[in-house]
């Protein structure tokens, strides 16, 4: 696949994931079936357009990955929003998108964490006008230099293992 295609299919389920997510939590949704519901509708879009769809498989991961590990993705982005804020005070949209880069900071490894916050700070832009996309960028930083030290030439990290 052309990689242009690829990044374009992966942006397209990212930010589908973070509206999923928002659509989750402003309604009594569940996961599996908001998943559903956007899978039928890019299968139903496909047969119309020929354009790139978002890349269902790791829309579907990053939704059911937050669901599944809510609880340590809210725990490790909430140290990181600064002093005197919570996750609770941020707006839906912004909680789903941090809630999503979280997870793929913490769990999908093969995806390098420059390009995660390069990605969700650049939908961060999409959402935003304000000061959103660079506090966005400041938490996960912050997040991604504890959690995946070696990518950024720092030894150990948050249980003190090194990657050399």
Not at 18 to 28: G, N, R, T, V
Not at 54 to 79: K, P, R, Y
Request: aromatic fraction near 8%; charged fraction near 30%.
């Amino acid at each position: 696949m052309d990689g242009n295609i690829d990044t374009k299919r992966r942006r397209l389920a990212r930010l589908a994931a973070i509206q999923a997510l928002y659509q989750m939590e402003l309604s009594s949704h569940k996961s599996k079936f908001v998943v559903q519901q956007f899978n039928e509708k890019w299968r139903d879009a496909s047969d119309v357009q020929d354009k790139a769809n978002a890349d269902e498989d790791f829309f579907e991961l990053i939704v059911l990955g937050v669901v599944a590990e809510q609880d340590a993705v809210d725990e490790a982005i909430s140290g990181k929003l600064g002093e005197n804020w919570k996750l609770s005070r941020l707006d839906v949209t912004l909680r789903a998108l941090m809630r999503c880069a979280s997870y793929e900071l913490l769990r999908l490894f093969e995806v390098p964490a420059v390009v995660i916050i390069d990605q969700y700070v650049g939908l961060a832009r999409d959402f935003y006008a304000g000061k959103e996309p660079g506090f966005v960028n400041a938490a996960l930083d912050k997040l991604a230099r504890e959690r995946r030290p070696g990518e950024f030439g720092v030894p150990g990290g948050v249980d003190g293992e090194s990657d050399g």
